[in-house]
């Protein structure tokens, strides 16, 4: 069975801040996330929203590193146990309370449209059991000329990593499979087996597909066609995060080297690599 995001990240609630705390190459995960906060906070810092609402807010730290930049943000999150912590966090830096509050992005409740000129989404959107659903709830309730910005998994990193996401891809995408005769079908599929070994390396730590959370990929390439158009939405940018210099299987064998030269990639999110060597990507997105 695959777990709904929320339930799996709220028995998480009390140690998922500790990522931004020590942001750490070296520790049991890359620190993707604090690449990602860095990103949203550029593109804050240029749009300069009058009112932002942080979307499945987790334990806050994202939106205190917000506000550190002088942003009025507030948010929610589903987990009750992400709400605590957050509610927590930022009575402890010194803020309301009121500003994190229970919600649901597949329902919003209680939230007037033009409330905030700006919705954040970070790492959120993905875990929607209904992704159009939660998408048009959200551009539903933003001004014309107010922004949007989220972050998604890359599914054509699928092409890159040189795994079993690699062979999956080419058959969902590119190869007519069940048009071929029978004899080159059978030839095709032992010429993917041949050339996609699977690697028996001990996974030095999980992931999220370990995790068996339900999650949707989306392609950067045709994002603002699926799924920005379809509810009022106009792309402004793309950018990337979470680079592999490698395909990702070196990065449980050899991890230091690994993550030293992931992370220079970092520093240029609009890199049009990213398209590939990044597993997610931000878009930012304006409500026509
Ligand atoms: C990967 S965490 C990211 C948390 C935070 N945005 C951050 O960047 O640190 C995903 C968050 O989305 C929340 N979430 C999942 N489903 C949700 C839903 N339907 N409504 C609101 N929040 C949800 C989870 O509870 C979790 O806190």
Not at 1 to 21: L, N, P, T
Not at 54 to 78: I, K, N, S, W
Not at 163 to 172: A, G, L, P, T
Not at 239 to 267: C, G, I, M, Q
């Amino acid at each position: 069975m695959k777990f709904d995001g929320y339930i799996k990240f709220g028995e998480q609630a009390e140690s998922y801040g500790e990522q931004y705390v020590k942001p750490d190459l070296n520790a049991v995960k890359y620190p993707a996330n604090v690449f990602r906060l860095n990103a949203f906070i550029n593109l804050l810092n240029q749009i300069k929203p009058a009112k932002v609402l942080d979307v499945g807010c987790g334990t806050a730290d994202p939106l205190l590193a917000m506000r550190a930049q002088g942003h009025e943000v507030h948010g929610f999150d589903y987990a009750k146990e992400m709400v605590d912590v957050a509610k927590r966090n930022v009575k402890r830096a010194g803020y309301s309370e009121d500003i994190i509050h229970h919600n649901n992005m597949e329902d919003i409740q209680g939230i007037e449209k033009g409330a905030y000129d700006c919705m954040v989404a970070l790492g959120a959107v993905y875990y929607a059991r209904d992704f159009h659903k939660t998408i048009s709830g959200m551009a539903e309730l933003l001004p014309s000329g107010g922004n949007l910005i989220m972050s998604l998994r890359n599914d054509m990193f699928s092409l890159y990593s040189m795994n079993d996401y690699s062979v999956e891809f080419m058959y969902r995408k590119f190869y007519p499979h069940e048009k071929l005769s029978g004899d080159l079908r059978k030839r095709l599929d032992a010429f993917m087996e041949d050339h996609h070994k699977v690697e028996d390396v001990e996974k030095a730590f999980k992931t999220i597909d370990d995790r068996l959370i339900h999650t949707y990929n989306h392609n950067p390439l045709t994002v603002e066609e699926e799924i920005l158009k379809p509810h009022g939405l106009k792309q402004k940018g793309l950018y990337f995060y979470h680079f592999h210099a490698l395909p990702p299987v070196f990065e449980h064998s050899d991890t230091e080297e690994f993550r030293k030269l992931s992370a220079e990639f970092e520093n240029n999110p609009a890199d049009w690599r990213g398209l590939f060597m990044c597993s997610t990507f931000i878009v930012h997105a304006q409500k026509i």
